[in-house]
């Protein structure tokens, strides 16, 4: 059995006062992502000698990703990369040694 804590500190804007980089200004859902935190749970089960069977689940708590609008990210999936944007996932493994 194994259990893991993945943490994603809370982030702030960082706004350039270089004029040629400014930017419009940011709306407040915008300006700071707060911090998240995914719990994942996995145990393998062997079965006879070449058998083993895993199963888990990611994101155990189903914790939603940062609330952000689109002024800072016009791509669609933008943070999908770095939270669990699916919310709680499980999965089954089956592998054979011949």
Same mark, same amino acid.
């Given at each position: 059995?194994? =259990?893991?804590w993945?943490y994603?500190g809370g982030?702030?804007?960082d706004i350039?006062?270089n004029s040629?980089? =400014? =930017?419009? $200004?940011v709306p407040?859902?915008d300006?700071?992502l707060?911090s998240?935190s995914?719990?994942?749970?996995? =145990?393998?089960? $062997?079965f006879?000698d070449?058998?083993?069977?895993r199963?888990g689940v990611n994101?155990?708590l189903d914790?939603d990703? $940062? ?11 933008c ?7 699916l919310g709680?996932?499980l999965?089954?493994a ?5």
């Open positions: 059995m194994a =259990a893991s993945r994603f982030t702030s804007v350039s006062s040629l980089l =400014a =930017a419009p $200004p407040p859902t300006a700071r707060n998240v995914y719990l994942d749970l996995s =145990a393998n089960i $062997p006879h070449s058998i083993l069977l199963v994101n155990l914790e990703p $940062p609330l952000a609008g689109f002024s800072n990210c016009p791509a669609l999936y943070f999908s990369q770095v939270y669990d944007t709680r996932q999965f089954v089956l592998s054979a040694n011949f």
